[in-house]
């Protein structure tokens, strides 16, 4: 894969206006919405649950990236995908002796299934799942919050997961994530780029994500 996939996270949207917010991603070249699940358990907020996604769904095409920050994810899990999900991504952390039956689950459910690793988890911990997964997300900032910065440590896991993946494995970073720490990332191996801030924040939307690419 060359491409490198943009995926705004709409946690930096307006979510008094998330239709327009994640219209104005979709005209403005992003390739998929990432969509950030917290259940104010496996991370201190929370934020939004398989409603809010099927209610998207209903207004836009959009490849839709959901990232689980949930304990228990494999009770949730259905929803989610009826809600219209197309990548379903788990943390290792949240499922540790049941993550080859979450992925199954996932699997069956007709959806691609991402594994994701917090900063202080070490790569090896997940050699065992690269290749049952579609996508691994190194998290290059503690889970919880948008708008922190980026832990360059974290970046050179990913070096660890493309030795280990497959070449079509996806190789997503999310967190701190702008036009310099994104290169970063794409020059270690990412081929996905998470932001949320960045890419909100900025006046000119459409060119803050052709920076990142
Ligand atoms: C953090 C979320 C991120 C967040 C990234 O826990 O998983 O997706 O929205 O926000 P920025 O890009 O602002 O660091
Ligand atoms: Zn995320």
């Not at 991402?114 to 997964?133: A, H, L, M, R």
Request: glycine content about 8%.
């Amino acid at each position: 894969m060359n491409k490198t996939i943009i995926a705004p996270s709409i946690l930096s949207a307006d979510f008094a206006n998330l239709e327009r917010d994640i219209k104005i991603i979709e005209k403005s070249g992003a390739d998929w919405a990432h969509i950030d699940v917290m259940d104010g358990h496996f991370v201190p907020n929370i934020t939004i649950g398989a409603p809010v996604v099927k209610a998207l769904r209903k207004v836009t095409g959009m490849v839709f990236d959901v990232h689980l920050m949930i304990e228990n994810p494999e009770k949730y899990i259905p929803d989610f995908a009826k809600a219209g999900s197309d990548y379903i991504t788990f943390h290792y952390e949240a499922t540790k002796e049941k993550t080859s039956q979450v992925i199954e689950q996932i699997k069956s459910l007709g959806i691609k299934v991402g594994i994701s690793i917090k900063p202080k988890t070490k790569p090896e911990e997940i050699t065992d799942f690269i290749d049952k997964v579609d996508l691994v997300l190194i998290m290059t900032v503690e889970p919880g919050f948008g708008g922190q910065s980026f832990m360059p440590d974290c970046a050179e896991k990913i070096k660890y997961i493309k030795e280990k993946g497959e070449k079509d494995l996806i190789i997503e970073v999310d967190g701190g994530i702008n036009a310099e720490t994104g290169k970063i990332c794409r020059e270690y191996g990412a081929n996905a780029l998470v932001a949320g801030s960045y890419i909100y924040g900025n006046s000119n939307i459409e060119q803050a994500i052709y920076s990142l690419r």
